[in-house]
């Protein structure tokens, strides 16, 4: 099966499945205290700027609960869009753990601009209103849109002057700043993000993201706040050797761009079957496509994939780090058969 | 390094590398909707019980607190031995997730029994006092005893005739196992437990365990517990599969026996050492050991462990599924050559 | 001063304040286990029906979100109105303790209906996403509206076909049930409410609302979610002896007609004013009002009330059971008198 | 009836009762943007000290839990007696509010020393481990017992040098100072308390207790914490009113000299009977009594009260603002007469 419906039905890049394999000697203390985890903080950093605190969690969701966490009370609010994993994947647990409402923004494309957050900041020391304190953006959004250095700078300047964080969940960060050409920390640090989700699992890891920190002063307490939130790894080792290898000769680069080549391989081919269009613009490695309705069920039967808008018959499509041309071929091949019938 | 601080400073069982690459292949679909989950689950069915219900998370922490999530209310208590993993280590997860209050009993050896639960079943009914619902055991005890399985089932009758659960911490359920010559299902659903903590991580997985339901009506939102939870891997055939090879040709059992063996291999070589006693009996894979307060940290200095009672100069040695003979013969003779200097 | 900010800025009724006085002799037990709660408890059954469970409460706030507690877990949803009370005025309190992610639904007068509620059911079973438990309306809602019972049974019967409950919060369901003529139980009771937040604090009384559960099996553990929740008051029967007033020669109803006739009143006074138009139909107690830009704020500092909608210069204002002629007279004068400036 | 059940089951004293009658005159801004909410808060700086910073509450639940949430975050624990009423009789509520794990200590009397509390230093830093961060004391305590300055500053001394908060539970701090004929501020901003609940509903009141913060920084965001944590009264008038009473020709002073007298006075008269004897000394206004054991039962149907040590036969007696020396002398009869049966 080779599967277009997300990013992680993919499963692990071999060089980081061999770095699994090299690490699994010998004994090391658990929970950190080891010299791959070390290591692998190193390389992360010499990426994100020698003063980022950076944390390994097991999953996305367990990285952008925790990292808000770190950056919020139960009476603050979070801004971000409607579309966000944060509000829509997350089974509510922002909510639920940190108890923060989530305030958001409908949007054409999934980013979140200063303009319509303006509005949020009326509520400012009034008891009866939750208290706005971060502002959370998706790199990649969830519409497979990607921002502009400039476009979170302006974010973050205006969350800033206000008193507020920016976090970003980075699920798909490394295939945003492979669109962009830009390094990862053009796209954190330097434009003024807080708090990073930073994804590995949907790049080629077997599981593992990080929890980075732009200001310690916010991550003094992450050891604890990861801990209770039951996301510490005993065998650490084994999440850090992954990123090992995902730093090691910009695999993690590597990687996005050939998925992001392959969405872009794949939307070609489809501009030449009138009966579909593409949706969005395809910025990074998914795309969203109107179907033919009849199509959607047939075609979900050979490769299963995510219906995003019924009522336009819009589907999601994910390319991976390990595509290939020849599934691309073989998927649309099947299109058109199923097209014909 | 090979050290005795604990079964999770050591790496990956070979089969279980082997497992995780062999499931390398292809596209599946993420969350566990795989064939490998499925294959993994019938394995675990097998060994538990058919109707048992069983769902794979990342850790202990997580197995633990999301298992008493779903038999609990914030307004329940929880019965535990003071020294459990979960009143101790767990950074108060317990009591931050569920709400619960857990009270505990101080015992000698780390065993529940009956008779000192009773006296919390005073407050039923009483609004002003929280009200127990689950009784927890630790399989193998924080202290390295064993429950026999009529001290379960006791436990488990008494929790039943007063509306309670017995949950099991089994994060070394199959040391038991294998200490008693028992089957997992004969500590577990033959003798009334309800919810069950199994743990992969000390006995050779990389990472997982696996939280198990002996009655589905217990289960029937885990799913949702489980995502809302943080503790719902994307590329689950990667938690399964190391599952999978655990239950093959019974694995856990000889990854459990060999460590088991080991020490009390360890134990004979100590006894022979005048200046070290055992300050508790070797029922499993820990020894709690009683030093010349001078020797402590000197030997944490070549081999890092844990100081389990500092007043008692008590500390705490594991052995693992890999330990050596050559292990033993070498962490002995340090012992020996720093008792002489 | 005499304000139409809300009508929590009046203070106690004379006949409520007189009971407080009566009960004020000897001792009783404490927590809601003496006759006066007693008494009160069956004067309210008298009204909802006798198999309804009351519990007193000290706020709305409390209300509210303790009664959602008893019917929901933290993976549910709760489906309100984007103006709801719930949504925006309890400083997220509804999420902080129950855990639970509000979805709401934009609407034109601040009631619910069912279509908009639908695209919510999507998700059933979808272990990512949310799950819908509770419908919560308010009646009278923010926006001045009040249900009719036939609008409420639709909504009750959409809810109890897909397994959701219908919460009311009725912070002025006597000003409801004054203005359609029926009675409390026909509001709620007999058209499927499940949960019913009764508020008495903006009808007369110092504080106190009242839980009820028109199905006994919602509430058989809320004392202990009452007294965890911080609503448990030790001088139980001085909450009591408030709805025991409330409830003698029907006071509830005639406190709620009094304060609808004034905002009757004050609409038609205003009615003569061309300067000034209803923003909305004025069907209990309050009144949305268009006011020229440049009268709100003298006329604040004169008499405090809150501006609903910035953009649109309209403020709301409300009238209470103490309210008087001379007050609405002298409002209007003051109004014409400034609009002369 | 006279109950020495608790001092809670008394009334309301008549100056209080005409204080709230005073200000039931006119609308005032609700929330405590009142005048008499100003004026109370005044006279409570006037004891306290001007750099105080009061908040109303409606009872002593909401005072502690919310006081310590002002000053933890969830992995942090609280330090405090085994008997408090925060570990025993708020049914969980600080756990399950708060996230912390209460740390708690055997005492004989009641009260806290710095020697016990030093083993839960030894966490320090250990993710594994709960970060104790409050130590709470009970004044007067469960066990009737009242702690001198000097304990109460030597107990802050331990906590500020460990980076700890001093919290107190004040339920009956006014006995206590009444006890010791020291002013409130004697006993808590001069001798190093941090956060105090101050209550008012056992001395006299109706409803009603205060947070009272000695450092500002810590209560900068309390009025959102009061509004989320549902203990925000909307006719905040009728709190503030209570407290203006209690705090005019100290009126607390005197309830709490009236109760601590009567019970020393019931000691006296218990003295006389040889079958009863004081379980411990009578410091504040509750008597610790043990009592035949066949007595009990009998003496609770006509006066009830609470068994505090079944095993002990022993009981717990507590006096009020308003108990007689008629109230004393008939239960002495009823004793007398019971004993002779």
């Known amino acids: 099966m080779r599967s277009f419906a997300s990013d992680n039905n993919s499963g692990v890049h071999p060089a980081v499945m061999e770095q699994l394999q090299r690490v699994n000697v010998d004994h090391v203390i658990g929970y950190g205290d080891d010299l791959y985890t070390e290591r692998a903080i190193a390389l992360l950093q010499k990426e994100f700027g020698a003063e980022s605190d950076i944390y390994f969690v097991f999953n996305g969701t367990g990285a952008n609960v925790l990292g808000l966490k770190a950056i919020t009370s139960s009476y603050h609010s979070i801004l971000c869009a409607e579309t966000a994993h944060l509000n829509v994947d997350e089974c509510g647990a922002p909510e639920q753990y940190n108890g923060c409402k989530l305030q958001t923004v409908a949007t054409e494309d999934g980013k979140l601009t200063v303009e319509p957050l303006k509005r949020f900041l009326h509520s400012e020391g009034f008891q009866h209103h939750v208290q706005p304190r971060v502002i959370s953006i998706s790199q990649v959004t969830e519409l497979g849109t990607v921002y502009k250095p400039a476009e979170i700078a302006e974010l973050a300047s205006f969350a800033h ?34 708090v990073l989700s930073f994804g590995g699992t949907k790049n080629g890891l077997m599981f593992g993201e990080a929890v980075i920190f732009f200001d310690k002063k916010l991550s ?21 050797a992954q990123f090992e290898a995902l730093f090691t000769d910009q695999l993690w ?22 009966e579909i269009t593409l949706a969005r613009p395809v910025e990074a490695n998914s795309l969203y496509v109107i179907l033919p309705p009849q199509l959607i069920a047939p075609l979900q039967k050979e490769y299963f994939f995510y219906v995003w808008n019924e009522a336009q018959s819009e589907v999601r499509w994910i390319t991976s780090f ?18 014909k019938r």
Chains 1, 2, 3, 4 share one sequence.
């Open 161 to 194: 002057q206000h008193g507020l964080y920016l976090h970003m969940d980075g699920a798909r960060l490394a295939n945003a700043a492979a669109s962009l050409g830009l390094s990862l920390r053009e796209l954190t640090a330097d434009v003024g993000v807080d």
């Open 322 to 339: 390990d595509t290939t041309e020849e599934d691309l071929n073989r998927f649309v091949d099947t299109i058109k058969l199923q097209l």
């Open 220 to 240: 003094s307490a992450f050891k604890f706040i990861r801990k209770q939130g039951m996301q510490l790894a005993s065998k650490m080792r084994f999440v850090a």
């Open 253 to 274: 680069l590597k990687n996005a761009q050939h998925s992001n080549t392959m969405a872009q391989k794949l939307a070609l081919k489809i501009s030449e079957i009138p």
